[in-house]
């Protein structure tokens, strides 16, 4: 079975940084791409970006370009997505999912709340 | 960026009825799109992609259309268990935008 198990709730002061991790289990890491995507407030999707994790290769949104850097460990089937300086319209729930055709699995959510 | 406009933002209907949902792209995604459902505080959940494709799992009920610019997601009969958020996706060059949802509510 495929399983998306993302870290817990992060809350952060601004201008902090945050690192945020997607741990996959139940198929084979490196053969599909892995993507974030950040839900503010219950509001719409926002794709951030994706990384392959054979070559580690990425491709953002160039809004969040400087924003999120997007890293994989091979070694343990884990991605991670650090966000920098952070402000308040930073806060939002950041979802991992895996590229297929569509993305058929998702991690549960990480809330990242900012705030002094 | 291609630009996804969702319509309508918010429905309210019966348990049994019939929805359809749109989602028009601002260019031309060649039935590059996705449709997911989305329950208050889960994550989404893929109901069709490639336009018309269902996911695995996903009741017959569902069904994607559409081509060009212009894409429709109809759930027939709707269940108690279909009321939530829906968002449309296209795939089609990054950065690959959502639409901005429509959220379905039992009347």
């Known amino acids: 079975e495929v399983q998306l198990q993302q870290s817990g709730p992060e809350l952060e002061k601004p201008g902090a940084s945050v690192k945020i991790s997607c741990k996959a289990s139940g198929y084979s890491f490196t053969g599909y791409n892995m993507n974030w995507v950040k839900q503010s407030n219950g509001k719409s999707l926002e794709w951030i970006g994706n990384i392959d994790p054979y070559y580690g290769g990425t491709s953002y949104n160039q809004k969040f370009k400087g924003k999120a850097t997007l890293t994989v460990d091979k070694s343990s089937s884990t991605a991670y997505m650090q966000l920098k300086s952070l402000t308040s319209e930073d806060s939002a729930v950041y979802y991992c999912a895996r590229e297929t055709t569509g993305f058929a699995y998702w991690g549960q959510g990480t809330l990242v709340t900012v705030s002094a | 960026d291609i630009q996804m406009t969702q319509s309508p933002a918010s429905l309210s209907v019966s348990v049994g009825e019939t929805v359809t949902i749109t989602c028009r792209a601002s260019e031309n995604i060649y039935s590059n799109l996705a449709w997911y459902q989305q329950k208050q505080g889960k994550s989404p959940q893929l109901l069709v992609y490639?336009?018309?494709n269902l996911a695995d799992g996903v009741p017959s009920r569902f069904s994607g259309s559409g081509s060009g610019t212009q894409y429709s997601l109809k759930i027939n009969s709707l269940q108690s268990e279909d009321f939530g958020s829906y968002y449309c996706q296209h795939f089609w060059g990054t950065p690959w935008t959502f639409g901005g949802g429509t959220k379905l509510e039992i009347k």
């Open positions: 490639a336009a018309t």
